[in-house]
């Protein structure tokens, strides 16, 4: 099966370095040969036979801790439910230019539920949300994104259980991930 792990808190503000090369042959040496990296956010796509998404989420973190010297939490997704979410997401999501598109990915063991019950409701006038399994899809215009309640989750504990992506990354990496063999 291919996978998708989103690595959170690396090469943030300087901390926490990692270079995706060395990302990259970390999984080689781990067992994962196809693995490629995109973007310096973090992103591995890689395969494994491992159908258990929480033992093989350990083992990535064991991987990395040990080759890094320091804790990286992540989300780990398949491609078919990145595929099957990005399939059924409303079409305001990801296609305006004057409005910021993100997909939260929800890192185990929380859940989307729990991260919109801490969050609050959206508000409406500001912000859109769609949540497919455990993949919150968030919308909102540049102009009043300052007023929407999902732009002030930094620092709150339900932001240290997501990692974030955009409209573009998602979608693209999805599209890489269906290329590898």
Request: proline share 4%.
């Amino acid at each position: 099966m291919k996978y998708i792990a989103l690595l959170r808190g690396i090469n943030v503000g300087g901390k926490n370095k990692v270079s995706m090369k060395d990302l990259k042959n970390c999984f080689h040496k781990a067992g994962f040969p196809d693995a490629i990296t995109y973007i310096n956010s973090g992103n591995v796509i890689f395969s494994s036979e491992e159908k258990d998404t929480i033992k093989l989420v350990e083992k990535c973190k064991e991987i990395m801790h040990k080759e890094f010297g320091f804790p990286i939490n992540l989300a780990l997704i398949d491609v078919i439910t990145l595929q099957d979410a990005l399939d059924v997401v409303p079409p305001w999501w990801g296609n305006d230019p004057d409005s910021k598109h993100d997909a939260m990915f929800v890192i185990h063991p929380a859940t989307a539920e729990e991260i919109i019950e801490e969050v609050g409701q959206i508000k409406p006038e500001y912000e859109k949300l769609f949540v497919y399994k455990e993949i919150i899809f968030w919308s909102a215009p540049l102009k009043t994104y300052s007023r929407t309640r999902w732009s002030k989750i930094v620092g709150t504990k339900a932001y240290q259980s997501l990692t974030i992506r955009n409209a573009n990354t998602a979608k693209k990496l999805l599209e890489l991930a269906s290329a590898l063999k």
